[in-house]
């Protein structure tokens, strides 16, 4: 197992628990647990809690329509996957194999600067983007806030700012109120699982003109 040092917020684990988060913040926090036995056992806890909230809760009668409409989407389920256990991606989370079903190396990476790039893998209800970024050894991504939360798991290699180093199933949580210049270790290249909710705002001296491409590009 992984030493982490960069968890989720218990709060965050409760919400996840009791299947209330939005499937792309679960998606992170899915992927932050398999690197992070701490977090499995408190969110064991946190089952167990909710388990025996469950038990003392009055049962109330379901109508005929709802059952009904219960055995219809249990009818409608997807067949389910077969894992996929080919060498190339067995390193990654098995909660992330559903999106990648080939090497990393192949999917199609979009360079968006000298440093960084990145490759979106499903796009969550709310809107959320749920990517992959990849950024080259010493590379820097721009400094940046955001209009909504930011969600990051890293995935191989490490990267710091201003605020700390992450390393391999760090879990880190970024709001709109976060200015942040994420730099990747001189040793190897630094690929993150990341969910944002709205799209980033640069801070530099280029922003003016680039802000108004990110947030259209974001719309697509
Ligand atoms: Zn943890």
Not at 13 to 19: E, K, M, R, W
Not at 66 to 93: A, G, H, M
Not at 114 to 136: F, M, P, Q, T
Not at 168 to 183: A, E, I, S, Y
Request: charged content about 25%; glycine content about 6%; proline content about 5%.
């Amino acid at each position: 197992m992984t030493v982490t040092n960069h968890h989720p917020t218990d709060e965050l684990l409760a919400l996840y628990s009791a299947g209330s988060l939005p499937l792309s913040q679960a998606l992170c926090v899915s992927t932050h647990l398999e690197y992070c036995d701490a977090c499995g056992h408190k969110l064991r806890y946190l089952d167990r809690i909710g388990s025996t909230l469950m038990q003392k809760l009055k049962p109330s009668p379901a109508s005929a329509e709802l059952k009904v409409r219960t055995l219809e989407q249990l009818d409608s389920l997807p067949e389910k996957q077969v894992e996929t256990t080919s060498e190339v991606n067995s390193s990654l989370p098995r909660c992330l194999r559903q999106f990648i079903n080939c090497s990393c190396d192949n999917l199609g990476w979009k360079r968006v600067s000298a440093d960084i790039s990145r490759v979106e893998l499903w796009r969550d209800n709310n809107g959320a983007k749920v990517e992959l970024l990849k950024i080259r050894p010493g590379g820097a991504a721009a400094t940046h806030t955001h209009q909504g939360d930011e969600y990051t798991v890293v995935l191989e290699g490490s990267f710091s700012d201003e605020k700390g180093l992450y390393q391999r199933g760090d879990f880190l949580l970024r709001d709109q109120n976060d200015r942040h210049t994420p730099v990747a270790t001189r040793d190897c290249e630094c690929i993150c699982l990341a969910v944002t909710e709205g799209p980033v705002q640069l801070t530099g001296f280029f922003s003016r003109i680039l802000n108004p491409l990110i947030r259209r590009a974001y719309a697509v």
